[in-house]
Antibody, heavy 121, light 110 residues
Framework: QVQLVQSGSELKKPGASVKLSCKAS????????INWIRQAPGQGLEWMGW????????IYAPGFTGRFVFSLDTSVTTAYLQISSLKAADTAIYYC??????????????WGQGALVTVSS | QAVVTQEPSFSVSPGGTITLTCGLT?????????PSWYQQTPGQTPRTLIY???TRSSGVPNRFSGSILGNRAALTITGAQADDDSYYYC??????????FGGGTKLTVL
């Protein structure tokens, strides 16, 4: 069965970096995109962007350029989200989620369980 | 840049029917935006309900249906149940690789 298993919660100080992982299993990793979605406390869902798991090409939503980096290690079917220069406003749950690749459509069919990042001094 | 709009809140009685909608601040929603819908109960991971306007995700009961109503995407719940009390998010594919979530609708079943 398809699974996306994310790394655990992180507590970081402002200015630090964090790298979250999303381990995929149960399907051919390079045939679906991995999307990243943020949810700040008490807020809605916000699309951060996706990464093409075949080419490694990332697409970042406005507001998620510069400090946010998507990457892959296809040998271990894992996607990563790195956030640098962390701010308190980055405190959120970060979800990875699978979507169609090389398709005219967009949707999420499987979600990771989410990883809470707390940024606090 | 257009914003995806949803009703902030709705309430429905158990067994009732409710239609949540999803629009754009400029322009009309059409199937070419590939609207999708997600349900999230607080503290839980989102669940995919509908994609490509009206395709139900695996395991989603047929009391959830998607459509285009006028210039908006719509999610209809027929025969609402207590566990439908959740947040519902609409997402539109804006093209050029851009995806936008609506702000979500809080549905209360009471």
């Amino acid at each position: 069965q398809v699974q996306l298993v994310q790394s655990g919660s992180e507590l970081k100080k402002p200015g630090a970096s964090v790298k979250l992982s999303c381990k995929a299993s149960g399907y051919t990793f390079t045939t679906y995109t991995i999307n990243w979605i943020r949810q700040a406390p008490g807020q809605g869902l916000e699309w951060m962007g996706w990464i093409n798991t075949n080419t490694g090409n990332p697409i970042y939503a406005p507001g998620f350029t510069g400090r946010f980096v998507f990457s892959l290690d296809t040998s271990v079917t894992t996607a990563y989200l790195q956030i640098s220069s962390l701010k308190a406003a980055d405190t959120a749950i970060y979800y990875c989620a699978r979507g169609p690749q090389y398709s005219s459509t967009w949707y999420i069919d499987y979600w990771g369980q989410g990883a809470l990042v707390t940024v606090s001094s | 840049q257009a914003v995806v709009t949803q009703e902030p809140s709705f309430s429905v009685s158990p067994g009732g029917t409710i239609t949540l909608t999803c629009g754009l601040t400029s322009g009309s929603v059409s199937p070419s935006y590939y609207p999708s819908w997600y349900q999230q109960t607080p503290g839980q991971t989102p669940r995919t309900l509908i994609y490509n306007t009206n395709t139900r995700s695996s395991g989603v009961p047929n009391r959830f249906s998607g459509s285009i109503l006028g210039n908006r995407a719509a999610l209809t719940i027929t025969g609402a149940q207590a566990d439908d009390d959740s947040y519902y998010y609409c997402v539109l594919f804006m093209g050029s690789g851009a995806v936008m979530f609506g702000g979500g609708t809080k549905l209360t079943v009471l």
